[in-house]
């Protein structure tokens, strides 16, 4: 079975803060055999590692990848899920690799990349170094629209509505996933939506649980986009890849809505300060495990509450409560000498010095009877666990000098079987918590189901509501735009009426004059244009034996002379000058041309009718009939006398030929 991948990287050429790209030396440690590449970007580091998926990625120092924290973060985000970058030289203290090399009998040219490189890949094979680690072991999924809706009418609202459906589909999908895996592996998560209007236009997921273990992809699918992220941490940490000696601790928990732990060494060393609100009973068991083997659990309170019971018989450690509550003025004393951020912290730390404070004597009672060579702690354990000081020392120190060669392979065995119980303890209180936590999921999905119906039926009764409510909204828009456009419809017939009543008022002081016989009306006509006759047409009417007043003369011709003298008008008066071809075709028509100044017209105030005098107009139509008379004389002898001029010519000719 091949072995994990290893990659070891050193800067070959430039550096991560200078302007051009650096280039590195990569040896590939796979199945035994080392690969070497070199002059290799960090871009194609990136790709092999897609490629090859090695379990770490080794370096003396992290900044020859990137020049500060948010660039080496980038980078760590790029890098596949379950590889681990470790810095060979240590954490925040780092040593000189040329040191570390030597301490673990490797040496190396120190000038070549490629064999620094090489030892960086083989000293984390030995488990040197230390992991550099800027996620927390937390997941963010974000689904959300793929676009925005934007504004609109009915279309668009449709449009947002099956958005918003896609949105919480999705996020439905996910939430089954998360449901299935929490039963599964026992993570938990936290979840917050935004409804809208057919649906969600967000929902998040907080899942307890690191990137890796998460199969959620991120992408675009149709209309709906999904971001799944490990969570940044406020400063990069450095953890060590190999774990440290499992020694004897001491574990204060105080239990609740929100959960803290509290871990001291058998010295009083507070090793581990942690408390979380979404955090279960296997996750608090994996954390202790991971910080050594508990001796003491203890609380704060009496009787000693069920999940710390729990806790306990994982990994069958001695009961460590006090017989009686532990005073807020005793818990801020006990918790002073450490930092602390809350409440659940404080009673964690006070549960843990409380025990330890009990036994400081016996520990140091026992640490000077044992001789040398004996194991103090493990000494501390038995006795603790009910054994006698003397027996456990005669025990012990036999066991050293009947075995000293092979003290460390036991204790490592002892180590090993003390973890597969433990782990075996952990599993089987999982088992247990996954059924009930089973039964109580089931009761819950019969209750959601019952609630699901009644829902259900509320949401039955207010969709017809809103449709009946719609319906009645767009009823009331269309008889709006009706409402509107009779309106409208209205003040366009008050304007015409008023306009008819108007002209029928005019017409009616027209008549009254023609019928008086006194005066004659006189129809204006404000320009000469066609436009102009035809709407004094409409209004007042233009008939046979009409007297008309052009206003404005100038820009008519043959055509509208010939328009306003075909009803038969009687005369026509200018204002001004009237064109020469105007004039001539009214005279050919026989339709007497005469000048405002000819007659006396008089107006009313609004000077929309005028009038005239029977006798004056009449006499100044004589006039001009006796002066159209002698022109039309004057123009038959004019064409007499050419006529008789052209024969006379042609009988010369006649003559000359």
């Not at 570390?100 to 984390?124: N, S, W, Y």
């Not at 954390?287 to 306990?312: C, Q």
């Not at 009645?472 to 017939?493: C, G, H, P, T």
């Amino acid at each position: 079975m091949p072995e994990n991948v290893i990659f070891g990287i050193d800067i070959a050429k430039g550096s991560s803060r200078a302007k051009e790209k650096p280039a590195y030396a990569v040896v590939v440690l796979k199945d035994g055999k080392a690969e070497h590449y070199h002059m290799v970007s960090l871009h194609k580091v990136l790709r092999m590692a897609w490629k090859e998926k090695p379990q770490f990625i080794a370096i003396d120092n992290v900044h020859e990848l990137a020049p500060d924290r948010k660039t080496l973060v980038l980078m760590l985000s790029k890098l596949p899920h379950e590889t681990k970058l470790v810095q060979v030289t240590g954490g925040e203290h780092p040593e000189p690799l040329v040191k570390l090399a030597k301490e673990h009998g490797i040496t190396f040219d120190r000038f070549d990349p490629g064999a620094e490189a090489l030892a960086c890949a083989q000293l984390v094979q030995m488990g040197t170094g230390h992991e550099v680690s800027a996620f927390e072991d937390k997941t963010m999924i974000k689904v959300s629209r793929g676009r925005s809706p934007g504004r609109g009418g009915w279309s668009q609202n449709r449009y947002r509505r099956k958005v918003h459906g896609f949105v919480r589909q999705r996020a439905r999908e996910i939430e089954d996933y998360l449901n299935e895996q929490s039963k599964l592996r026992g993570f938990t998560y936290t979840s917050k939506v935004a409804e809208r209007f057919g649906g969600y236009s967000k929902a998040e997921f907080l899942v307890n649980a690191p990137r890796s273990a998460v199969h959620v992809s991120s992408g675009r699918y149709g209309d709906v986009q999904v971001s799944a992220s490990s969570i940044e941490r406020d400063a990069l940490i450095f953890k060590p890849i190999t774990t440290r000696k499992r020694d004897y601790i001491i574990v204060g928990i105080d239990p609740g809505t929100t959960t803290a732990v509290a871990v001291l060494t058998l010295d009083g060393e507070l090793r581990k300060l942690h408390s979380s609100r979404t955090i279960s009973i296997p996750e608090v068991i994996e954390m202790i495990s991971e910080e050594g083997r508990p001796l003491i659990i203890a609380s704060d309170v009496f009787p000693t509450p069920n999940a710390v019971e729990k806790i306990r018989r994982a990994f069958n450690a001695v009961l460590g409560t006090p017989e009686e509550m532990i005073t807020t003025e005793d818990k801020i004393e006990f918790a002073k000498p450490y930092e602390y951020s809350n409440a659940h912290e404080r009673d964690a730390i006070a549960a843990a010095v409380s025990v330890y404070r009990r036994n400081r004597n016996k520990f140091d009672q026992i640490k000077r009877k044992i001789p040398a060579g004996v194991n103090a702690d493990e000494a501390i354990a038995q006795v603790v666990r009910g054994r006698s000081v003397d027996a456990v020392i005669s025990t012990l120190s036999k066991k050293e000098e009947k075995e000293p060669a092979s003290e460390t392979a036991r204790e490592r065995a002892g180590d090993e079987v003390f973890h597969l119980r433990e782990s075996l303890h952990r599993y089987e209180e999982s088992v247990r918590d996954m059924k009930r936590y089973q039964e109580e999921l089931k009761k819950e999905l019969d209750i959601r189901d019952d609630e699901i119906r009644e829902l259900e039926k509320i949401i039955s009764r207010q969709r017809d509501m809103v449709y009946k409510e719609f319906k009645r909204e767009k009823e009331f828009r269309i008889r709006d735009k009706e409402i509107a456009f009779l309106r409208s419809k209205v003040s366009e017939s008050g304007k015409r009426i008023a306009s008819l009543n108007e002209r029928i008022h005019n017409l009616k002081n027209v008549r009254r004059l023609e019928m008086s016989g006194k005066l004659l009306p006189v129809k204006i006509i404000q320009a000469f244009t066609k436009d102009s006759i035809q709407k004094t047409q409409a209004q007042f009417g233009i008939k046979k034996d009409d007297i008309i007043l052009l206003k404005d003369a100038s820009g008519g011709g043959a055509m509208t002379a010939k328009m306003i003298a075909d009803p038969g008008v009687r005369a026509i008066i200018i204002c001004d000058d009237m064109s020469h071809a105007a004039k001539e075709e009214l005279f050919r028509l026989n339709v007497p041309v005469l000048t405002a100044k000819e007659v006396k017209i008089k107006f009313d105030q609004d000077e929309e009718i005028a009038v005239i005098d029977p006798e004056d107009i009449s006499n100044s139509i004589d006039e001009w009939n006796m002066k159209a008379q002698e022109r039309r004389k004057q123009e038959k002898e004019e064409w007499l006398a050419s006529l008789v001029d052209e024969y006379r010519s042609e009988r010369r000719k006649e003559r000359r030929g």
